[in-house]
């Protein structure tokens, strides 16, 4: 997709005009062409389900795991002028990609699997592929994977594995949190809970607290910020047990989750992709999931720097069909950029500036453009 696509181009409860020529009310209608972007790997050239994309601060590179399975390499891959190169060779297990140092960085959890199967949270020099292990006990478990946020740029935060402090509940319920600084090579604990997200200036950490109930996909677990200057803590979200948690944002105003959600008065309740403004208490609707063409969100969504982007797939197992939408939180209008055929959605990725977006689908790199 190109830049000639523009946002007029709006979504009415999921008819696509500009790719089907009719929509009924139940979003029935004629098959909508398929629509994809330009490709940056070949086919089965990352993993659908557990491929990771980045794209780095200036937008010059998308960094992304190379390879299907359980073991992958890290790549990068220039949009102007189509090359590619290795960041990091050798293969392992990794987590979502997590930018410090202005770009020079590239934070993740990493697994080994053999032969000891230690997993770790490590950052990876992008002009050396030189290795910084933080921790060799990655917190690890159900909503857990990858719990690492970056903070003032030099601030890393991360989960460690702890002892299982009451059974029963999925995971280990006493994870450590920790930060390690960048600058001073300083670890520092914190408290028991894993990491959401730092403030923009990097001096208060949005954390899940700990021990937490993480069997049944719930937002279970109660959200509290970490004031860093004065070690203490405070309670801003006790949690819904019917949320499903994505991914959490904090701009200039508050911190917030992208979730999606059950609403609706008494048994007849509807699934819906909101933003919870922790602070307050407010929600705000970005879709909802039962208006054609019906489906559900899979993988996480992907939001821009600036908490103003959001792009999500939509998954409609009735008519076989993924979309990818783009919308504007601001304004509120939405954009198509992807029409795939089938469910085989992978994960998302947009530009600092929101004006790129990259993706997986069916085990293949796409990126695109966004007016």
């Known amino acids: 997709m190109t830049s000639t696509m523009h946002w007029s181009r709006l979504i009415n409860f999921g008819c696509l005009a500009a790719v089907m020529t009719a929509c009924g009310s139940d979003g029935s209608g004629p098959t909508p062409n398929e629509l994809l972007g330009t490709p940056f790997t070949l086919v089965d050239g990352i993993e659908s389900s557990g491929g990771r994309l980045a794209w780095s601060p200036d937008g010059d590179e998308l960094v992304y795991t190379s390879g299907v399975g ?28 997590v930018f410090a140092l202005a770009g020079k960085l590239v934070c993740s959890f990493s697994d080994q699997l053999m032969p000891a199967q230690q997993s770790s949270y490590e950052c990876v020099d992008r002009t050396d592929g030189s290795v910084l292990g933080l921790t060799d006990r990655a917190a690890f478990g159900l909503s857990v994977y990858g719990a690492l946020a970056v903070g003032a740029d030099h601030l890393v935060a991360y989960g460690v594995l702890g002892p299982e ?50 069997l049944g996909g719930g937002n279970t677990c109660p959200t509290a910020v970490f004031d860093l200057p004065a070690q203490v803590t405070r309670p801003v979200w006790s949690g819904l047990s019917t949320d499903i948690l994505w991914l959490a944002h904090w701009g200039e105003s508050q911190p917030r989750r992208v979730v999606t959600a059950k609403a609706g008065p008494g048994p007849v309740q509807v699934d819906l992709l909101v933003i919870r403004n922790l602070t307050d208490s407010t929600t705000q609707v970005i879709r909802d999931l ?12 992907a939001l821009s720097a600036d908490g103003l982007i959001v792009a999500y797939w939509l998954v409609s197992p009735a008519q076989g069909i993924s979309y990818l939408e783009v919308n504007n939180l601001f304004s509120g209008r939405t954009l198509t950029i992807a029409v795939a055929y089938g469910t085989d959605t992978g994960g998302i ?23």
Do not use: K
Not at 78 to 92: A, K, L, N, Q, Y
């Open 70 to 97: 359980n073991l992958v390499r890290l790549e990068g891959f220039h949009p102007t002028d189509g090359s590619h190169r290795v960041i990091d060779g050798r293969f392992r297990s990794r987590g979502p990609l």
């Open 165 to 214: 402090c009451i059974t029963g509940l999925g995971g280990s319920t006493c994870d450590s949190l920790y930060t390690y600084d960048l600058n001073s090579g300083v670890r520092t604990f914190l408290t028991i809970g894993l990491p959401d997200a730092f403030s923009p200036a990097g001096l208060q950490l949005l954390y899940r607290e700990r021990p937490c109930n993480e």
């Open 290 to 301: 039962g208006m054609p063409p019906s489906g559900f969100v899979f993988p996480a969504p």
């Open 349 to 371: 990725a947009l530009s600092r500036d929101g004006q790129r977006i990259a993706y997986v689908f069916a085990s293949r790199g796409y990126w695109s453009d966004i007016p």
